[in-house]
């Protein structure tokens, strides 16, 4: 069998047959152009080194499916990947009761059945909460681990190929909880969030809760402002001057450690605005405050690396854990791109933000709202609405599309720019062109935005 990991945690183990029953599957539904090539099968028993080639291969095959918007959003691929989560987890369907924390602490218990999606579990607390059917767009279900002062380190936003009960459960771990927060960037969506009581409520406990913990920046001026709105129990007013403030609205992820602007710099990075914001100590011990726009990102991966020991003796094996690294590559000026890596835990996260943000981006241009994304019951299964805006992951960026523009506009200025991969990524073998992610909203940019 062939172990799937998320986040360098294990998912689940699938053997050969069961991963070419999926390709079969796929291709009867979308087509063999549309899905990509399979390892194939042989007739004699594999030699060590052909096994360790399959790997490779299916490896390549699962990210490539997961990566293509049509593929990766299918109902059979993610079904797929939650039956054999429940299977290798050995967790029976049975009823079960499920803790999901609000931002202000407050526990939300929920009667689901353990093989519910996510999905499932995102409307059953919108249930609980009475939150209404359009506001269930605005908020997602993210794993979070709880640290010793009482914050929350993200691990991820939960995803559709994954059953919530099962990945928080087999982690065996009570610091791991789920948590509701808002999944949008814009706060201009927060006055469609604050029509509604339930709303505005969960609005504003994620708000005083961010302040509390100190990642929307205040002074002594408006934190007495914003104590005297809360003494009145001003919430909209509340929200609102918290608009203004630094970082509102961002997500800060834990310290760790950039290449940028040199080797080695401890850094902690804060995601939101359409941008990473970055504050660097130097090995000057200097601080330095500086943002990277996702509109100037050609693209980024996120490359892992399993270490070969199990660290120093005396250290447990779980302590040995995956080495992650997102590295994008930025327009820093006219004629000049540059990969910069965060190597850090939290990197598949720091990708998830990147991407929603692009997608929130491209929403907007083409005009749709999240307020379309709300999802509608179909013979007892939940379905996205049929008016819902598409947001899509971009397909990579070497697919051919005879209806995009080929990325022609920068090219003339950037011919000097080697559009090489990323040399120091620790890595084994690096990786081909295709494990980008391609960025839709870079090809807009224009030289007035510079």
């Excluded at 929200?239 to 850094?267: M, N, S």
Aim: aromatic share 8%; with cysteine; charged share 25%.
């Amino acid at each position: 069998a062939y172990n799937i990991h998320v986040n360098g945690v294990l998912h689940c183990r699938v053997r050969y047959s069961q991963l070419l029953g999926l390709h079969e599957q796929l291709r009867k539904e979308y087509g063999t152009n549309v899905v990509p090539a399979f390892p194939p099968k042989k007739i004699f028993t594999l030699t060590p080194a052909e096994v360790e080639q399959r790997r490779e291969q299916l490896e390549k095959y699962m990210q490539a499916v997961r990566q293509d918007p049509t593929l990766g959003g299918s109902e059979t691929f993610n079904s797929f990947l939650r039956k054999a989560q429940q299977e290798t987890q050995q967790i029976p369907t049975e009823e079960v009761v499920l803790e999901v924390l609000l931002s202000n602490g407050q526990k939300v218990k929920v009667t689901i059945l353990t093989s519910d999606q996510t999905e499932d579990v995102l409307e059953a607390v919108a249930s609980k909460l009475d939150l209404p059917d359009d506001l269930v767009g605005y908020f997602s279900l993210f794993l979070v681990r709880e640290t010793k002062d009482g914050a929350f380190s993200f691990v991820r936003k939960l995803q559709e190929f994954e059953l919530p009960y099962v990945s928080v459960t087999s982690l065996h771990n009570p610091e791991f909880r789920i948590i509701l927060r808002k999944s949008y960037w814009d706060s201009s969506y927060d006055d469609d969030v604050m029509e509604h009581r339930v709303g505005l409520n969960l609005l504003y406990a994620q708000t005083v809760s961010d302040i509390e913990h100190g990642w929307i920046l205040v002074n002594k001026e408006q934190h007495r402002q914003l104590k005297s709105l809360q003494e009145k129990v001003s919430k909209k007013e509340f929200i609102r001057l918290a608009q203004t403030l630094k970082y509102y609205g961002y997500l800060k992820f834990d310290p760790c450690v950039t290449d940028f602007p040199e080797k080695g710099c401890h850094v902690v990075v804060s995601a939101g605005n359409n941008e990473l914001n970055f504050q660097v100590r130097l090995p000057s011990e200097q601080i330095k405050e500086g943002s990277f726009k996702v509109t100037r990102m050609r693209c980024w991966r996120v490359t892992s690396s399993v270490p070969m020991s199990n660290g120093p003796s005396g250290s447990s094996p779980a302590k040995s854990e995956v080495k992650l690294e997102l590295a994008f590559e930025y327009l820093m000026s006219k004629d000049r791109l540059q990969w910069v890596t965060i190597t850090s835990p939290q990197a598949i996260m720091l990708s998830i933000c990147l991407q929603s943000m692009v997608d929130e981006l491209m929403v907007k241009k083409s005009g749709g709202s999240i307020r379309k994304m709300f999802r509608r019951r179909v013979n007892g299964a939940l379905r996205r609405s049929d008016s819902q805006q598409a947001v899509k992951s971009p397909p990579l960026l070497d697919s051919p599309d005879a209806s995009r523009e080929p990325m022609a506009k920068l090219s003339s200025k950037l011919t000097s720019v080697s559009l090489r991969g990323i040399s120091h990524s620790s890595s084994a073998n690096d990786v081909g062109a295709n494990d980008f992610h391609g960025n839709y909203a870079f090809e807009g940019i224009g030289d007035e935005d510079l």
